[in-house]
């Protein structure tokens, strides 16, 4: 199976900061990467598909890059209602991964 | 409204069965693949299993392989997950999820509010 790694896994970041997560592949994944924003006790919520593609309704300060084995995300500038964890997903294959989510905390 | 609401959850005892529900409405459900992905409390998202729009495909973690069934009923509108052999490690929120392409393997764009499995003694 492929493994997805994130980092950090904690970030802690000042409202307007801009913020970057990292996802690693264990192997390459072309483009097929899906970034999730879940807060707590809510439904994780789909920002960014096929790496780069910002997914309807999503505002432009969420943004992806990356293909085969690195991606990120960025927030171009930190809103309050953006403190939240953070998931990468790889659809390769059938077989979904996940990465471990990095949380981010107001500094 | 695009929806999907889980149902089915519950305590059961290691060892148990329990079958998750999954109801779809506001979109052409048998177009669509489908998922269940589950989370531990305080802990990441875990994809479970994967069923192709006419049943012909279909994908399970090997966490639970041998375990669990994904089913669906297109006329019905729903997605099912039958659990077996139930073990503590698989207490989680279980969520529906819909792949958001028609033609390949996409991301989940709809998610349901998710159901509570809790597997103790």
């Known amino acids: 199976d492929i493994q997805m790694t994130q980092s950090p896994s904690t970030l802690s970041a000042s409202v307007g900061d801009r913020v970057t997560i990292t996802c690693r592949a264990s192997?390459?994944?072309?483009?097929?990467l899906a970034w999730y924003q879940q807060k707590p006790g809510k439904t994780p919520k789909l920002l960014i598909y096929?790496?780069?593609s910002l997914e309807s309704g999503v505002p432009s300060r969420f943004s992806g890059s990356g293909s085969g084995t690195e991606f990120t995300l960025t927030i171009s500038s930190l809103q309050p209602d953006d403190f939240a964890t953070y998931y990468c997903q790889q659809y390769n294959s059938y077989s979904r991964t996940f990465g471990q989510g990095t949380k981010v905390e107001i500094k | 409204e695009v929806q999907l609401v889980e149902s089915g959850g519950g305590l059961v005892q290691p060892g148990g069965s329990l079958r998750l529900s999954c109801a779809a409405s506001g979109f052409t459900f048998s177009s669509y693949s489908m998922n269940w992905v589950r989370q531990a409390p305080g802990k990441g998202l875990e994809w479970v299993s994967y069923i192709s729009s006419s049943s012909s495909s279909i994908y399970y973690a090997d966490s639970v392989k041998g375990r669990f069934t994904i089913s669906r009923d297109n006329a019905k509108n729903s997605l099912y997950l039958q659990m077996n052999s139930l073990r503590d490690e698989d207490t989680a929120v279980y969520y529906c999820a819909r792949d958001r392409g028609v033609v390949v393997v996409d991301a989940f764009d709809i998610w349901g509010q998710g159901t509570m499995v809790t597997v103790s003694s």
């Open positions: 192997q390459s994944i072309s483009s097929w």
């Open positions: 096929k790496a780069s």
